[in-house]
């Protein structure tokens, strides 16, 4: 068997087996996905009067805070999902199964990439469902052509890849499942400080670089625009700049920690 072929199937084993530890222990993925949905349902529902007014020239508007919000939240979405594939990988690592992985004849990049096969897959389930949780509640769409929804999924999938191998290397260099869980926070802090719920302008003007510049802000403005028909400016490069800078940086950290030392590369 050739190396790509060895590399295929391993790598498809890898991919069911983290599938099925997903629908065997599904607690984890519902009560991150729980986040999003929570402040969907909390900003539009509590608040969404009073935010509608601080973005909207004619007063409050809850439609039109509502397809405000949603955008940033598929992205946020993303965020909490890959927080469950740093624990993932945590406790590959320090319950043993890696050890046995590596005495066995198995093509070891296809441990990571199982993970994070698995990780885009649920990520990509989890932006429907919050998405549909959306539509349920009045977000709508109308003027985005085929083409348009094509690009933004194709950018939440590749926003789910990304922000996957950087979950991936927090997971491989956590001591243990609550130190990957605390150490992939940040993936959920990220969008509370962008432009998900307020716009830029809207803030502090020192604060403003901080959330203008950071991964979130320009991949939630790109698919604002593309779903919404608003400007997307620089934004789009900067969405694909921060994606394909964090798709390489993981894949290296990740690859490099996961190749060190049989004992777990610690």
């Known amino acids: 068997m050739s190396t790509l072929s060895l590399a295929v199937r391993d790598s498809t084993t890898m991919l069911r087996r983290n599938l099925l530890h997903a629908r065997r222990y599904p607690s984890l993925t519902l009560n991150l996905l729980l986040t999003p949905v929570m402040l969907l349902l909390l900003f539009v529902h509590v608040f969404g009067d009073v935010m509608s007014a601080g973005i909207t020239d004619g007063g409050p508007d809850r439609a039109a805070y509502v397809a405000y919000l949603v955008p940033g939240l598929l992205l946020m979405t993303i965020g909490s999902t890959v927080i469950g594939t740093a624990v993932s990988v945590s406790n590959d690592m320090t319950e043993g199964i890696i050890a046995r992985f590596r005495t066995m004849a198995v093509h070891r ?9 698995g990780s885009v897959l649920q990520s990509v389930a989890s932006v429907v469902l919050v998405g549909a949780v959306g539509v349920a509640i009045g977000f709508r769409s109308t003027n985005a052509t085929a083409l348009e929804w094509l690009a933004a999924f194709g950018l939440l999938a590749f926003f789910a890849l990304a922000l996957t191998w950087i979950a991936v290397g927090m997971g491989l260099v956590s001591p243990n499942a609550e130190a990957a869980s ?24 020192w604060f403003q670089p901080i959330a203008a510049y950071q991964p979130f802000t ?8 593309l779903l ?12 694909l700049a921060w994606c394909t800078a964090m798709t390489v940086l993981g894949h290296l950290w990740s690859t490099k920690t996961f190749a060190k030392d049989p004992q777990q590369g610690r």
């Open 182 to 205: 605390n150490n992939a926070m940040p993936l959920i802090f990220l969008p509370l400080i962008s432009s998900t719920f307020v716009p830029i302008d809207a803030m502090p003007g």
């Open 218 to 225: 320009p991949a939630i403005e790109t698919l604002r625009g």
């Open 228 to 239: 919404l028909g608003t400007e997307i400016g620089h934004n789009g490069w900067l969405a």
């Open 109 to 117: 990049p296809s441990v990571l990439v199982g993970h994070v096969a």
